[in-house]
């Protein structure tokens, strides 16, 4: 959409990406929605998520995987497969990036590369992953120590040097973990740990999702831990990524 003129121009249907061919089955016949649109820094190409199930209720959704197992492992786990798909700005040269089902946060390192939490195509195991963008490739990361999911970003002006993530509330202490992770040395540096209070969950949650300056010399992040409400928090990392 021209912001300034409100014309706009449709680039793609639900019905047009579910009739992209998916790995032991066909998925025209599910219901399908789009997430997590992001451009690549030069403008011409992106990501998005396309995620289907099956038509019925969730109870019928959890019929349907007792009888096939086997679609666990194709993302159903969530009751819905998802997809990461690329394309053209125009909606031209669409690319199924990852079919394993599993894939969630991402980010563009440059205009050809995506790192994300996610199963490769016949891998199980999930993990954090560049994918070489038009390839069926991949390359594991932070393989001792980004363990876990969470909402990953590149700290500007490093080279994709730096990466800044975060965790989910730990089990025992429900502590989120904010941290820098220095992909050439794999070292990690934690930012700081904070407790998000047992009222804040389901969809009251407060997830960090931390983010820098353009300049990357300062963090963003959300944050319960001082226990009454969501507030919004700010840290300098200048020392720590220009060391």
Not at 153 to 171: A, F, H, K, Q, R
Not at 212 to 232: A, E, P, Y
């Amino acid at each position: 959409m021209d912001l300034a003129t409100g014309e706009y121009e449709l680039i793609l249907t639900y019905a047009q990406i579910s009739q992209l061919g998916f790995p032991g089955e066909a998925l025209d016949k599910n219901y399908h929605w789009f997430n997590h649109l992001l451009i690549n820094p030069s403008g011409n190409r992106f990501i998005f998520l396309n995620r289907s199930r099956i038509k019925g209720s969730m109870a019928e959704m959890d019929e349907y995987l007792k009888d096939h197992p086997e679609k666990m492992r194709q993302g159903f786990s969530s009751h819905y497969i998802t997809r990461a798909i690329t394309a053209n700005l125009d909606g031209t040269d669409i690319f199924p990036l990852n079919d394993s089902g599993q894939f969630s946060h991402f980010i563009w390192k440059g205009d050809d590369v995506i790192t994300a939490w996610a199963c490769p195509e016949g891998d199980p195991d999930a993990a954090f992953f560049e994918f070489p963008d038009r390839t069926k490739k991949y390359l594991k990361i932070g393989v001792t120590e980004m363990l876990v999911n969470g909402h990953n970003t590149y700290v500007p002006g490093t080279n994709y040097e730096w990466i800044l993530n975060d965790t989910y509330p730990s089990p025992d202490d429900r502590k989120q973990t904010l941290y820098l992770f220095h992909v050439p040395t794999g070292r990690k540096i934690i930012l700081g740990r904070f407790y998000e209070p047992d009222q804040f969950k389901g969809e009251w949650r407060c997830d960090l999702h931390p983010r820098c300056d353009q300049q990357g010399h300062r963090v963003f992040f959300d944050s319960t831990h001082q226990g009454d409400k969501r507030q919004m928090y700010v840290l300098d990392i200048r020392d720590i990524v220009k060391a």
